[in-house]
Nanobody, 122 residues
Framework: QVQLVESGGGLVQPGGSLRLSCAAS????????MGWYRQAPGKQRELVAAITSGGATNYTDSVKGRFTISRDNAKNTVYLQMNSLKPEDTAVYYC????????????????WGQGTLVTVSS
């Protein structure tokens, strides 16, 4: 009933930039926290950055000063601007959001996107 679709991944050289987008669609009443996670080969999925409905943000230490999370509530979209990319940023990046839907008002639903691959390599 609700889904997240990511875009913007790809291959980039070290020091380069990418911008990920994640658009929510469906019978949405409200979107609460939104975030980006990543999972590198052989590693656990980790939180990269998160943003509340009010715009408060938090980042994992390894991306502070390089990545910026933002959201456009009118478009139900969250972004991740990634600058000064490093090979260790290579991973599948997943969008995550907590919704209240029109179908089940008053209940929270956590949804994941399908993931987009970011490869940082020369």
């Amino acid at each position: 009933q609700v889904q997240l679709v990511e875009s913007g991944g790809g291959l980039v050289q070290p020091g380069g930039s990418l911008r990920l987008s994640c658009a929510a669609s469906g019978r949405i009443f409200s979107i609460y926290d939104m975030g980006w996670y990543r999972q590198a080969p052989g590693k656990q999925r980790e939180l990269v950055a998160a943003i509340t409905s009010g715009g408060a943000t938090n980042y994992t230490d390894s991306v502070k000063g390089r990545f910026t999370i933002s959201r456009d509530n009118a478009k139900n979209t969250v972004y991740l601007q990634m600058n000064s990319l490093k090979p260790e940023d290579t991973a599948v990046y997943y969008c995550n959001a907590v919704f209240e839907t029109m179908t089940f008002p008053g209940k929270y639903l956590e949804v994941w996107g399908q993931g987009t691959l970011v490869t940082v390599s020369s």
